[in-house]
């Protein structure tokens, strides 16, 4: 009876909270409504339950509650229940992704995206790319699935000029790495993964089926003792690396270490997967990808232009050699069959233009000061200066113990600034607590006046 009363009491908390919320937004957790309610988890869980079978809320495993849209008039209410019978037991995965996919309100201050927002984008550039792209015979017909021919070798050219490497064409990093996790990866094997690393990366070596084995890092990278010692413990040959701007960390092998790994590389057998996403954000250029030096082919490596050009140009470069090559490639014709031409001929209009270059140096500079302006603010305030990394693109950044990045993420959100939280970017468990700042999508004075609604959301 207790019991009955208190979840009416929690529905009818939720009911009003979804009449204030919005379809898709996320409701508080259950740990903030026993919080909040004064009651038991399980009191929360048959509230929810209940809205859950009235159709007002569904729940993401892993990820949470999320308001619905009321039926329209006429609509038939439908029970699914047996989808989950159907479905079997989850494959134990929580949605890592579901934070980076999240949709914004207009208003909301965007700190958690990594994409160019528009003032980066080479518009004019993309626009007459595309309008050129559309010209050209072929373009709304099939293209080969390695990729179109001519944008293969720039990314090989790109790579060594000796052009060693088979490229294949990608639709983007994510999927690239997905490919490269379920081409060459055995159901169940061990994936050597800095920690921490991008969070999208454990999910597509998680959904490939591998078990993400951390390895230490520092400012100069993967640590080799650590690394070879996670080696023999776990007998992997995969290992997920990025070389150059560690996402999150923003750390860059130091160039001590590149020989040595190279070299543990060839005494295990291993296979590592350079993921040089922010090529061409390299500010001072100097650092070459792994795979530019590696004659015997341990190196797979990918690049994507949807850091550099926009989200929207969904292009991607694996480049490796040999058997490794052929085997991503037989998995890639079988994935969706090619990448849309019109999107490949874009890409090549877009980095063969002499536009490309200039685009990149202003790109370079404005995130350069946006990077400034957000490291200045942070070090300013007490409250953020624990320690403080990142890259390019981030701020890393350790919070307070009394913080839970989690439900600081969901405040956050009501407060209208997204973060992302970097509970999930550990392959194995979190040294400490972590947020992401990005400078991708907003200005300077949305950093600052996000900055500000940040600290509003702290707890007090
Ligand atoms: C390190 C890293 N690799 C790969 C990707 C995926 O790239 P894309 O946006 O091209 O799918 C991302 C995206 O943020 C990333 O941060």
């Known amino acids: 009876m207790v019991q009955d009363s208190a979840s009416g009491r929690v529905r009818r908390h939720l009911e009003q909270l979804i009449h204030q919320g919005a379809p898709g937004d996320k409701l508080a957790s259950v740990r903030t409504l026993m919080a909040d309610l004064g009651v038991s988890p399980s009191t929360v869980r048959t509230a929810v339950a209940e ?13 949470g509650t999320f308001i619905l849209a009321p039926p329209t008039a006429g609509s038939v209410s439908a029970n699914r229940s047996w989808q ?15 934070p980076l996919r999240a949709q914004q309100n207009p208003d909301t201050i965007d ?20 309008q050129d792209a559309t010209r050209r015979p072929g373009t709304f017909g099939r ?31 994510q999927a690239a790495l997905s490919l490269i996790f379920r081409s060459i990866g055995l159901r169940g094997e061990a994936i050597l993964m800095e920690t921490p690393t991008y969070v999208g990366a454990i999910a597509a070596a998680r959904s490939a ?11 100069g990278g993967v640590q080799l003792g650590g690394f070879e010692a996670a080696v023999k413990a776990s007998g992997a040959r995969l290992c997920y690396l990025q070389p150059r701007f560690h996402n999150p960390t923003g750390a860059t092998l130091s160039p001590e270490r590149r020989a040595p790994l190279m070299d543990l590389a060839s005494r295990h ?61 037989s ?54 200066c624990l320690n403080i990394q990142g890259g390019p693109l981030h701020v890393w950044l350790e919070t307070e113990d009394r913080i839970d990045p989690d439900e600081l993420r969901v405040s956050a959100m009501r407060n209208g600034v997204a973060i992302l939280s970097g509970t999930a970017w550990h392959p194995g468990d979190a040294p400490a607590k ?25 707890p007090t």
């Open 111 to 130: 700190l958690a995206s990594g994409y160019p927002g528009p003032s980066l984008q080479p518009t004019k550039l993309l626009a007459k790319a595309l």
């Open 84 to 98: 989950t019978i159907a479905l079997g037991s989850t494959q134990g995965e929580a949605d890592l992704l579901a």
């Open 434 to 458: 972590h947020i992401r700042l990005s400078v991708a999508a907003a200005n300077e004075a949305e950093i600052i006046e996000g900055l500000a609604r940040l600290q509003e959301s702290l």
């Open 331 to 384: 998995l890639r014709g079988s994935e969706d069959f090619f990448v849309s031409p019109i999107l490949q001929e874009t890409a090549l209009n877009v980095v063969t233009s002499p536009a490309w270059d200039r685009h990149l140096r202003r790109l370079r500079t404005e995130l350069k000061e946006r990077r400034l302006v957000l490291r200045r603010a942070l070090e300013a305030n007490n409250d953020w």
């Open 143 to 173: 293209a080969p699935s390695d990729g179109i021919g001519p944008l293969r070798d720039w990314f090989a050219e790109q790579l060594s000029p000796s052009r060693n490497h088979r490229v294949l064409i990608a639709p983007g990093g």
């Open 51 to 63: 809205l859950v079978r009235a159709g007002s809320v569904e729940t993401v495993a892993g990820s």
């Open 269 to 329: 057998n291993l296979i590592l997967i350079e993921d040089d996403w922010l090529y061409d954000l390299d500010l001072a250029g100097g650092h070459l990808p792994l795979a530019a030096n590696d004659p015997d082919g341990h190196v797979v490596h990918l690049r994507s232009l949807t850091k550099s050009v926009a989200p929207a140009l969904r292009i991607a470069g694996i480049a490796a050699t040999g058997a490794i090559a052929e085997r991503i490639r």
């Open 209 to 219: 089926g591998l078990t993400p084995v951390p390895v230490p890092t520092d400012s």
